[in-house]
């Protein structure tokens, strides 16, 4: 596994090749096989001013599940902490934007979705082993 230092380079190089593009590069589709790259954008919980970042998602129907994993640092995502602060997002996909309401999933539907990243490319338990906390799995709902 590479080091952290690597990953987060790794994604401000992806968020940089996104704006110089203006969009047209940096977001791919989720598919069967593949997680895909969507640009969540969030109010920031003490600023109140727009915070976006890049995160990979699933799709589950209708919604879209992502997991609020810091690459594998301890501490929650700003994002993950801003939408526990007020669940309204917007999200742009390959396809266009949506409004979202974020929530976490817990129980069965927690259970299902996590086995459901672990068969799309990462071995996410590895990456979740690494932190002592419990990774929250994140359904964005349409609104």
């Given at each position: 596994?590479?080091?952290?230092?690597?990953?987060?380079?790794?994604?401000?190089?992806?968020?940089?090749?996104?704006?110089?593009?203006?969009?047209?590069?940096?977001?791919w589709?989720?598919?069967?096989?593949?997680?895909?790259?969507?640009?969540?954008?969030?109010?920031?919980?003490?600023?109140?001013?727009?915070?976006?970042?890049?995160?990979?998602?699933?799709?589950?129907?209708?919604?879209?599940?992502?997991?609020?994993?810091?690459?594998?640092?301890?501490?929650?995502?700003?994002?993950?902490?801003n939408?526990?602060?007020?669940?309204?997002?917007?999200?742009?996909?390959?396809?266009?934007r949506?409004?979202?309401?974020?929530?976490?999933?817990?129980?069965?539907?927690?259970?299902?979705?996590?086995?459901?990243?672990?068969?799309?490319?990462?071995?996410?338990?590895?990456?979740?082993?690494?932190?002592?906390?419990?990774?929250?799995?994140?359904?964005?709902?349409?609104?």
């Open positions: 596994m590479p080091p952290r230092w690597f990953i987060r380079t790794a994604w401000v190089v992806h968020r940089g090749i996104y704006r110089a593009t203006r969009g047209r590069k940096g977001l589709p989720a598919t069967a096989a593949r997680w895909g790259a969507m640009r969540l954008t969030t109010t920031g919980r003490r600023s109140g001013l727009e915070r976006s970042v890049i995160v990979a998602y699933l799709e589950d129907g209708p919604n879209l599940v992502t997991l609020a994993m810091n690459g594998w640092a301890e501490p929650d995502p700003a994002w993950w902490l939408l526990r602060a007020d669940p309204d997002a917007a999200v742009v996909l390959p396809t266009g949506r409004e979202v309401r974020a929530r976490a999933a817990s129980g069965a539907e927690r259970t299902r979705l996590w086995a459901a990243w672990q068969t799309h490319g990462d071995d996410v338990e590895a990456l979740a082993a690494r932190r002592h906390r419990e990774t929250a799995v994140v359904v964005l709902e349409p609104r």
